[in-house]
Each structure stands twice: as C-alpha cells, then as structure tokens.
C-alpha cells in the first residue's frame, strides 16, 4: 500500500527526529560483574543477628498456628532477640562486620520507622542527575552518603549475607516501605547475598533490588503492589531465583535487566547462564517476567499468567548494559490467560492519584510501558532466544510476538546496527493452544511476527499466523526450511508498532489509533491507512477506467476486482487479529485488477501498462509471500517495493487520466481486436468496384478515365 510505506517512513523520521528517549529503569552507569563469582549456597547455622518487635502478644499470635517445633523455636529465638537482638532490620544490617553472617527475622510487620522520614540536610540536597520517572539517579558513594533517600533497607558493600525470615510462609514476615520509598530493600555490590521466606511491598518502585552484584539467590520470597517491578536484578552474574511470587505490579513481577552478557558472540551454544529462575509464579502484573538486556537467562518451570502479557525481553530502553538483548532460554513453563487490561486505570485517572490512594491491594495495577495485552512471550529486539517445550495457551491475541527495534531506540546512530536485532529465535516443541490436560485453550493466533530479522522459526502447524506461513524449525538448532532476512518489518505492522509505542503513564497518553489501548473498527490506524489507500486507489483507479477502460470488458471486470479487493482490505483492517487470508485475498483481487488493466491498456498507453503489469505482479508476489510463503532471502519484502512503484503508478495515471488523446482503450477486434468488443470495420471492395466507385482514381493514379 502506497500510504502504508509513505507514513511509514514519516513516522520513522519523525520518531528519528523528536522522540525523547525511552523510559524504563534507570540506574547510574555500572559494569557487568566479571563472573568470578558463584551461586551462594544456603546455610542452615543459626543466625548470628536476631530482629524481632517488642509486642510479644502480638508475637504470640502470629506464631499460634506454626507446627511445634517451628513454634518452640520462634520462642527460643524471640527470649534471645528481646535482650540482644535488633527492631528493625537495618540496624542488623549495619551491625554486620564480617562476611558470612545470617540474619533471622522473626514474624512480624516491620516497617522501619526510622528509614521512612524525608531525607533532610546534605541528603535534601544532593546534587544528582533526574530520571524520565522523576527520582535522582544516584551514584554509589551519594547511597552511601544518604541511604535512606531512596530505600526502606540499604545493604550497601557486604558480603555472603544471607537474611531469613523464620516464620511459616513467606506472609510471616512483612516488610512494608508504605509507598513511602522507591525500594524495600536495595543491595547494591554485595556479593553473594541470600534472601529468604519473607515478603517485601508497597513501594514506589520496586520490592526486593539486587544491583552489580555477582552471586545472589532470592528463595520462596513474596513481592507485591509496586509502581514498578517487584524483583528487579540489575548488572548481575550467578543469580537464582526459586519458589518467588510477585503480583500487583505495574511493570513486570520479575526483571533480570543486564544480566551478565556472558554468552554474547556465541550461537545456540551456551556454557552456562548468568541467571536461573525456576519455580516462580508471577500474576496480575502488566507482564509476568521482563528483561531488558535480559541476557543469558535461563527461565524453566516457572507459571506466568492473569497478566497483561506472560513475559518479555526487549532492547528498547537505553542505558543498559548488554542490549541488544540475547541468549534467554525459556523452557518447560506454564504461560496462559494473560489477559488482563489494565489501561483504563491509566484513561480514567487512577493512576494519576498518590500510590496509597490507587487501590493497588484491591487489584488496581498502572501499567507503566506499551505492550499488547493478551500475549504469552514478546520479544521485542532479541537475537538467539530459545523457547522450546512450553504450554502457551489461552491468549486473546497472540502466544508469541516477536519484533525488531532498530539500535537509535537505545541510542546507538550507525546505520551499521539498525538491523541488529532479531535474529536467530527458536520457537520448537511448545504446547500451542492446550492446557497441560490437553483441553483445548486456543490463542487468538499462535504467532505474529513483523517479518524482520534472519535465521528465526517456528516448529510446524501454529493455528493461525502472521505473516501466514513461517520459516519452520528444523529438527537441530540452527536448522531453519524456509528461511527469510528481511532488514525492515512489513510496513503496517511498523506503523502499527510506531503508533501504539507513544504510551506515557504520567501524562495519561494512551495512543489513539492502537488496538491495545482499545481502538476499534475505524478508530484503528489500520483501519485509518487501508481508508485512505482505497480513496486514493478509488479516485485514481476510477478517473482511468472511465477515461481509458470503460469499454474494455477486461479493464472493467479488472476493475471490479479492484473495488471488491480494497473493500475486503478495509474490512480486514477492522479485525483485531487481522486474520492472513483477508488481507491476502485482497491483495489478490488488486492484484488482479492492476494485470488485467495493464492488459488492456497496451493498445492505448503501453508504457503505463507495463508499470501496471509490473504493480499486478507486485501484489500477487505479496500476496503469496503473506499466505503461501515467505520469499526468501530477499532484504525487503514485496509490500515495500510494490509501495514504491504504486506510488509512481499513481502518478502516471492521473497523468494519463487526465492528458487528451486517443479514445478510450479498446480491445481490438478482427486486425488486432483479440476481445472481438469493437464492431468490425467494412471490407475492401474489389478492386474493379473501387476504381468505378472513386470519381477522382484516374487522377490519383495519374492515368486517364
């Protein structure tokens, strides 16, 4: 389509020209841990630092239920912490003088009243660099400085900790930052840090934050109602998550941004990855799990679903180390029903009020970045992804979304990068459309792909596609039948990705146009392009039958064509799922229409119709790359060049249209009328007659009568 690549490429040099950068987390610069690190191990010693609270009823009743023995040890434990133990966990933090000790906390709520004050002095006024999201973006040496500007529990330079809830469930021990604090707790350059059986919320950013740190687990542990993330490990090496909930969030429960990009430069084959995260369950969040530069990541047998979307990796924000994003292997995880949509809380003006007066305990989430709702895995801008042996199933709009993002999104400006991303996504042996019962759960389509990238594919038969047949996987990594390497994404689908991408949760800018903010029907910029197409391909297409075509019965059957294939267009444009044979069909009946027509106007424009053949053969290309095959090897695909030449068709004709000349074309009859449409013309008398008949022969043959 003609105005789907011109506003395609407007769109792309305005983004290019005026978009402020991407906003997600940011942190001050920090590098990638040097893997020298290892997995803490947990120690089962008694701890060698007590917090408990002073209401020992309180105390008691909490503990009231526990097995005995849990219960007697809680008892011994709180007799011991009454006379040497802390109240608040960041006194036991700060007592900590040695590598290796263990912190227990006791049952109870602790909201450490003495970290929540606004910063006063030299911390009211810290001179620091603002984020898009409002908070200073501190240095290292600033957190040390003023550790409580920013976080409820600052664990800042200290090494093998390990902190421990002693109750029950994770629900024993609360610690609770009251909207009040951007993290919970932060543990920043502490290696091989261990949190354990408590639960950590209420912030206005995120729970639980492990920063450069090279070691950590985070084990049966409980995050929840947060602006942002609720566990959220940056510039990190040998992590393991394990047994983790997290809901309630307005970005993603789990996000392991920068992990250490330890397998970068490599194929399929990965020694070994920076983080594992295993056993987890995250819900009614915007999105399950998130990685920026989420690299090297291993995620298996975790259950990701009521959200918005089940997880995503990405290369979208700037400022973080690793991008673009490669190496997750997600496998053997339960990925259903996120079907949430959380952006009315953002239309109607919920989350423009404080954090404590959104209703995030009663369910209220503000989601924070674009995203489609009703997905199961998103790659936006990821190379050699694995995502193999899943149950993807209950989706209202797709089980996987994969995208390219050109590098100027992260700032990087050589041409050379622009394509960087994605390639090399293996999608083989996950479970599409079927509950682990094996019930049918259909996806609303099983993958939508905007067709760039090299090496990706999918296993064979997904229920439903776009584009509609795929590059399918073959049976070794690596192996794709079928392959394509498109630098640029097909041009509506970039529109489409351009138009729902200007989201902004603080200004309360949901795109119009966008289908995941709620757009239908003609409000779609599907919709509004495939609108003006046909009134531009209407006018134009009409003007010359009527000058050139209308007593040509190819030109005019051809014609109709035309017109039923750009109302099926526009009918297919209204669909939210924008099912491949629509679209399909319609371009095989333009198709159609643009070859007859430059059939039928050899005879009178022969230089137009072959631009029109060549539009013909353009579109029927198009639609055979759309519904039968991808064309492989092919840098662009042929919507794209089939916009260029109907851009120049269009010209031509309403030049054409427009300039006087001959009669309308008509197919010639006997003597060069192949559709016999012309009446034939008298026969030549015999030659005798013609001379007796033409009063002025002699004189035109110069003899006498």
Same mark, same amino acid.
């Given at each position: 389509?003609?105005?789907? $690549? $011109?506003?395609?490429?407007?769109?792309?040099?305005?983004?290019?020209? &005026?978009?402020?950068?991407?906003? &997600?987390?940011?942190?001050?610069?920090?590098?990638?841990?040097?893997?020298?690190?290892?997995?803490?191990?947990?120690?089962?010693? %008694?701890?060698?630092?007590?917090?408990?609270?002073?209401?020992?009823?309180?105390? *008691?009743?909490?503990?009231?239920?526990?097995?005995?023995?849990?219960?007697?040890?809680?008892?011994?434990?709180? !007799?011991?912490?009454?006379?040497?133990?802390?109240?608040?966990?960041?006194?036991?933090?700060?007592?900590?003088?040695?590598?290796?000790?263990?912190?227990?906390?006791?049952?109870?709520?602790? *909201?450490? %009243?003495?970290?929540?004050?606004?910063?006063?002095?030299?911390?009211?006024?810290?001179?620091?660099?603002?984020?898009?999201?409002?908070?200073?973006?501190?240095?290292? *040496?600033?957190? *040390?400085?003023?550790?409580?500007?920013?976080?409820? /529990?600052?664990?800042?330079?200290?090494? +093998?900790?390990?902190?421990?809830?002693?109750?029950?469930?994770?629900?024993?021990?609360?610690?609770?930052?009251?909207?009040?604090?951007?993290?919970?707790?932060?543990?920043?350059?502490?290696?091989?840090?261990?949190?354990?059986?408590?639960? !950590?919320?209420?912030?206005?950013?995120?729970?639980?934050? /492990?920063?450069?740190?090279?070691?950590?687990?985070?084990?049966?542990?409980?995050?929840?109602?947060?602006?942002?993330?609720?566990?959220?490990?940056?510039?990190?090496?040998?992590?393991?998550?394990?047994?983790?909930?997290?809901?309630?969030?307005?970005?993603?429960?789990?996000?392991?941004?920068?992990?250490?990009?330890?397998?970068?430069?490599?194929?399929?084959?990965?020694?070994?990855?920076?983080?594992?995260?295993?056993?987890?369950?995250? @819900?009614?969040?915007?999105?399950?799990?998130?990685?920026?530069?989420?690299?090297?990541? #291993?995620? @298996?047998?975790?259950?990701?679903?009521?959200?918005?979307?089940?997880?995503?990796?990405?290369?979208?924000?700037?400022? @973080?180390?690793?991008?673009?994003?490669?190496?997750?292997?997600?496998?053997?995880?339960?990925?259903?029903?996120?079907?949430?949509?959380?952006?009315?809380? /953002?239309?109607?003006?919920?989350?423009?009020?404080?954090?404590?007066?959104?209703?995030?305990?009663?369910?209220?989430?503000?989601?924070?970045?674009?995203?489609?709702?009703?997905?199961?895995?998103?790659?936006?801008?990821?190379?050699?992804?694995?995502?193999?042996?899943?149950?993807?199933?209950?989706?209202?709009?797709?089980?996987?979304?994969?995208?390219?993002?050109?590098?100027?999104?992260?700032?990087?400006?050589?041409?050379?990068?622009?394509?960087?991303?994605?390639? @090399?996504?293996?999608?083989?042996?996950?479970?599409?459309?079927?509950?682990?019962?094996?019930?049918?759960?259909?996806?609303?389509?099983?993958?939508?792909?905007?067709?760039?990238?090299?090496?990706?594919?999918?296993?064979?038969?997904?229920?439903?596609?776009?584009?509609?047949?795929?590059? /399918?996987?073959?049976?070794?990594?690596?192996?794709?039948?079928?392959?394509?390497?498109?630098?640029?994404?097909?041009?509506?689908?970039?529109?489409?990705?351009?138009?729902?991408?200007?989201?902004?949760?603080?200004?309360?800018?949901?795109?119009?146009?966008?289908?995941?903010?709620?757009?239908?029907?003609?409000?779609?910029?599907?919709?509004?392009?495939?609108?003006?197409?046909?009134?531009?391909?209407?006018?134009?297409?009409?003007?010359?039958?009527?000058?050139?075509?209308?007593?040509?019965?190819?030109?005019?059957?051809?014609?109709?064509?035309?017109?039923?294939?750009?109302?099926?267009?526009? !009918?297919?444009?209204?669909?939210?799922?924008?099912?491949?044979?629509?679209?399909?069909?319609?371009?095989?009946?333009?198709?159609?229409?643009?070859?007859?027509?430059?059939?039928?106007?050899?005879?009178?424009?022969?230089?137009?119709?072959?631009?029109?053949?060549?539009?013909?053969?353009?579109?029927?290309?198009?639609?055979?790359?759309?519904?039968?095959?991808?064309?492989?090897?092919?840098?662009?695909?042929?919507?794209?060049?089939?916009?260029?030449?109907?851009?120049?068709?269009?010209? #031509?004709?309403?030049?054409?249209?427009?300039?006087?000349?001959?009669?309308?074309?008509?197919? !010639?009859?006997?003597?060069?009328?192949?559709?016999?449409?012309?009446?034939?013309?008298?026969?030549?008398?015999?030659?005798?007659?013609?001379?007796?008949?033409?009063? +002025?022969?002699?004189?035109?043959?110069?003899?006498?009568?």
């Amino acid at each position: 389509m003609p105005a789907a $690549l $011109l506003a395609a490429l407007l769109a792309l040099l305005s983004l290019l020209a &005026a978009a402020p950068p991407a906003a &997600a987390h940011e942190e001050r610069p920090v590098t990638l841990p040097d893997g020298t690190g290892s997995v803490p191990e947990y120690r089962s010693a %008694e701890p060698d630092l007590l917090v408990c609270k002073t209401d020992r009823p309180d105390f *008691e009743r909490r503990i009231s239920a526990f097995p005995e023995d849990l219960k007697q040890r809680n008892l011994a434990l709180y !007799a011991l912490c009454e006379k040497t133990g802390y109240r608040h966990l960041q006194d036991a933090v700060d007592a900590v003088d040695r590598a290796g000790m263990n912190i227990a906390i006791l049952p109870g709520l602790y *909201e450490e %009243e003495p970290s929540l004050p606004k910063p006063t002095g030299e911390c009211a006024r810290l001179k620091a660099p603002n984020s898009a999201l409002g908070y200073q973006i501190l240095s290292y *040496e600033q957190q *040390e400085q003023c550790r409580h500007n920013q976080n409820l /529990v600052a664990i800042l330079g200290k090494t +093998n900790l390990q902190i421990e809830g002693t109750g029950a469930s994770r629900l024993d021990v609360v610690i609770d930052a009251k909207y009040q604090k951007l993290n919970a707790i932060r543990a920043d350059k502490s290696n091989g840090i261990y949190f354990r059986n408590f639960t !950590a919320q209420r912030t206005t950013f995120n729970s639980l934050y /492990v920063l450069a740190g090279d070691g950590f687990v985070i084990d049966d542990v409980l995050t929840r109602w947060n602006d942002e993330y609720g566990f959220l490990t940056f510039a990190s090496d040998h992590g393991l998550y394990k047994n983790c909930e997290s809901y309630g969030n307005g970005d993603s429960g789990i996000y392991p941004g920068s992990a250490s990009n330890i397998n970068d430069g490599r194929g399929y084959d990965a020694p070994r990855y920076s983080i594992e995260i295993t056993g987890c369950r995250s @819900h009614h969040n915007m999105v399950g799990y998130s990685g920026t530069a989420g690299d090297s990541v #291993w995620v @298996h047998d975790n259950e990701f679903d009521q959200n918005m979307g089940g997880a995503s990796m990405d290369s979208a924000f700037p400022g @973080h180390p690793g991008l673009p994003q490669n190496h997750a292997k997600f496998e053997r995880n339960l990925i259903h029903d996120n079907n949430a949509d959380y952006y009315p809380n /953002v239309a109607d003006g919920t989350c423009a009020k404080p954090p404590i007066e959104r209703g995030y305990e009663q369910g209220v989430v503000c989601p924070q970045i674009s995203m489609p709702p009703g997905t199961g895995i998103i790659t936006a801008g990821g190379n050699w992804n694995l995502y193999e042996d899943n149950w993807v199933y209950g989706h209202q709009r797709a089980g996987f979304f994969l995208s390219a993002v050109p590098a100027f999104i992260r700032g990087e400006e050589a041409w050379s990068k622009q394509a960087d991303t994605s390639h @090399h996504n293996r999608y083989a042996g996950n479970i599409l459309g079927r509950d682990k019962a094996g019930a049918s759960r259909p996806n609303g389509m099983d993958v939508w792909w905007d067709g760039q990238g090299r090496g990706n594919c999918w296993q064979s038969g997904p229920d439903g596609s776009t584009p509609g047949t795929l590059p /399918v996987c073959g049976d070794r990594r690596g192996a794709v039948s079928g392959g394509s390497a498109r630098l640029v994404g097909e041009p509506v689908k970039l529109v489409q990705l351009l138009v729902c991408a200007d989201y902004n949760v603080q200004a309360r800018k949901l795109p119009a146009g966008c289908d995941w903010y709620g757009a239908r029907g003609l409000e779609r910029v599907e919709t509004q392009i495939a609108l003006a197409v046909a009134g531009v391909l209407l006018l134009v297409g009409g003007v010359l039958w009527w000058r050139r075509l209308r007593h040509s019965r190819l030109g005019t059957a051809a014609s109709l064509l035309g017109l039923a294939g750009l109302v099926l267009d526009v !009918a297919g444009s209204t669909m939210t799922l924008n099912p491949t044979f629509v679209p399909a069909l319609a371009l095989l009946l333009l198709g159609l229409w643009w070859t007859g027509a430059g059939v039928a106007l050899r005879p009178d424009r022969p230089w137009l119709a072959r631009l029109t053949l060549l539009l013909g053969a353009l579109t029927l290309l198009d639609a055979f790359d759309k519904a039968v095959l991808m064309v492989p090897w092919i840098p662009l695909s042929p919507a794209w060049i089939r916009g260029v030449v109907a851009v120049l068709w269009i010209l #031509w004709a309403v030049v054409a249209s427009a300039r006087p000349g001959a009669a309308p074309a008509r197919p !010639a009859g006997p003597g060069g009328d192949p559709d016999g449409d012309r009446a034939p013309a008298p026969a030549d008398p015999p030659p005798a007659l013609s001379a007796a008949a033409t009063p +002025n022969a002699a004189d035109t043959t110069g003899g006498t009568p």
